[in-house]
């Protein structure tokens, strides 16, 4: 939202699109598997969506990598 200009969200509004068979959270982790999620951003009288993927890190136990990607369009 900075780099658009936008210092303030006021909400973020998460839909799941897509999770892997064998999901499994944790506390604040995803313990097994992935899950693939839609955050739709609002602040500023603009929305902006993106595309947010949670993976569990098979290389560092405990550990999940965050992917995070604009997604084409907005207002």
Do not use: H, L
């Not at 604040?28 to 947010?52: D, M």
Request: proline content about 3%; glycine content about 12%.
């Amino acid at each position: 939202m900075q780099r658009i200009g936008c210092r303030q969200t006021d909400v973020i509004v998460p839909t799941t699109m897509e999770k892997s068979s064998d999901f499994q959270a944790g506390e604040g982790r995803v313990v097994q598997g992935r899950v693939k999620e839609r955050w739709v951003a609002r602040g500023c009288n603009i929305e902006v969506p993106y595309i947010v993927e949670f993976i569990a890190n098979k290389n560092n136990v405990g550990g999940t990598d965050i992917n995070i990607r604009r997604e084409k369009g907005g207002s």
